[in-house]
């Protein structure tokens, strides 16, 4: 497991997924990559990867183990609460139908999240929610809607009943009415053009592994993609150091705004 291996393992896996390890932190992407070669008892990363290239299930699972999919409904419910209580009630006064972006949405369980709180702060309004990822097999998984236990117990309880069904294998699937309300589509945050005029951007628990370029160009582009007055939601960790310089003013910890002019 050679720098000369490392590198024909990058380009392989940039001309099969379109993911550029270049723009990731690159000690800590060999590091985890280099434990999933030895727990496999190969001998290279190239090796590793023409393995797992041949199964669709276990490229699938690499895929899911490289990109972290982690994720749960009201992730830091304070947070949440933010958004629902401030955020969005402002972002609904500068307009009433508001478009909206999760990038990084893996499971679905965030955007569903603001599905689900917006149906409740105006229940007769049809806002836009796209929700994007890397991960083709994760948004497979986030278009289906089923979820465990874990994944839905940071939610209050009249509303897990109000909001899933409960399947024969004790799953909680999300009921049509919130399904309905999102518009699901692949697409990578380091490499794809965005689209413009969101008045709110959700990007979180995405970056963990950007290199600082990388999160900068993205924080960039975001801000780009905002409207005047429009707002960026990070990671409970993630609070961008010179959002200034950027373009960006502090409207809570953790929420950047578009200035208005
Ligand atoms: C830990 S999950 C975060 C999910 C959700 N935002 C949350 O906070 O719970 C990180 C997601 O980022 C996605 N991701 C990683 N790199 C990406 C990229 N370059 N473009 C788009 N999505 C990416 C992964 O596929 C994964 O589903």
Known sequence: MDDKDWDLFKQKLNAKTGIDLHLYKEPQMRRRIGNLVTRADMKSFVAYFDKVSQNKEDFASFIEYLTINVSEFFRNPDKFDILEKDVLPMLLKQSP??????AGCSIGAEPYTIAIILKELTPNVKHRILASDLDVEILAKAKKGIYTDNEIKAMRPDRKAKYFTQTPDGKF???PEIKSLIEFKQHNLLKDPYEKNFNLIVNRNVVIYFTEDAKNQMYTGFFNSLVPG??????????ILNYKKIGYQSYKAFFYQKPDK
């Open 230 to 239: 429009g707002i960026l939601f990070v990671g409970a960790t993630e609070a």
């Open 97 to 102: 139908k508001l478009n909206i972006w999760s």
């Open 173 to 175: 699937a999300i009921k």
